[in-house]
Structures are given as structure tokens and as C-alpha cells.
């Protein structure tokens, strides 16, 4: 299974970036896919995630403006990040856990996000 996340880039505080991650290598569903991210002085800490059962979870950096969503039949997942500060500055990886098939838990290489004030 390979995992690639696209979308970082540069972008002014306030404005907005849509990171988007895909597995590949199977025809498996995973069961969970989730946005993770590490932050300059600080351990890699979860985003959000979405289950094949659509259960969504935020962490509090995330709510309000972060939105997660996943095409399930692709094991594709996007970030929709709005409202960005200089904080969310960072690498932001894509997990993939599958349960059933290429059981386990695949990363990403990450994607760069630089929100300047």
C-alpha cells in the first residue's frame, strides 16, 4: 500500500488549503483514514479522523475549522483547512488503517503547510 498526501503549500494566515491524501495498492477499504500532523517542537498529533462508517472525530486544534471527508470507494480522504494560522504550521501526514487485506497502519511521506502572519 502506498500512501500520498498533496496539497500543501504556502498561504497568508486566514486564508485557506485543501490537502488530499490517496492509498493505493489494493481494492481493499480501509477501515480508518486520518489527518495527522507535527508541528516544529512538538510530537506528530492527530487532526481528525473518518471511519468506513463515517464516524468523524476532530481534535480541538481542528474544530471549527478543519473539515475531514473521504471517498471511501477510492481510499481517497481530503483536508479542507480554513481560517489557518501561523500555528498550523507544519508537516501534515495521511494515515491508512486497514483491518482486513494489507492489514496494518500505512504513512505518508507528509505534506508541507507554511502559514505565514
Known amino acids: 500500500v502506498q500512501v500520498v498526501e498533496s496539497g500543501g503549500g504556502l498561504v497568508q494566515a486566514g486564508g485557506s488549503l485543501r490537502l488530499s491524501c490517496s492509498a493505493s495498492g489494493t481494492l481493499i477499504g480501509a477501515k480508518t483514514m486520518g489527518w495527522y500532523r507535527q508541528v516544529q517542537g512538538k510530537q506528530r498529533e492527530l487532526v481528525a479522523t473518518v471511519t468506513n462508517s463515517a464516524d468523524i472525530s476532530y481534535a480541538d486544534l481542528a474544530k471549527g475549522r478543519f473539515t475531514i471527508s473521504r471517498v471511501y470507494l477510492k481510499n481517497t480522504l481530503y483536508l479542507q483547512m480554513n481560517s489557518l494560522k501561523p500555528e498550523d504550521t507544519g508537516a501534515y501526514y495521511c494515515?491508512?488503517?486497514?483491518?482486513?487485506?494489507?492489514?496494518?497502519?500505512?504513512w505518508g511521506q507528509g505534506t508541507q503547510v507554511t502559514v505565514s502572519s
Open positions: 494515515k491508512v488503517q486497514f483491518i482486513v487485506g494489507p492489514t496494518g497502519d500505512y
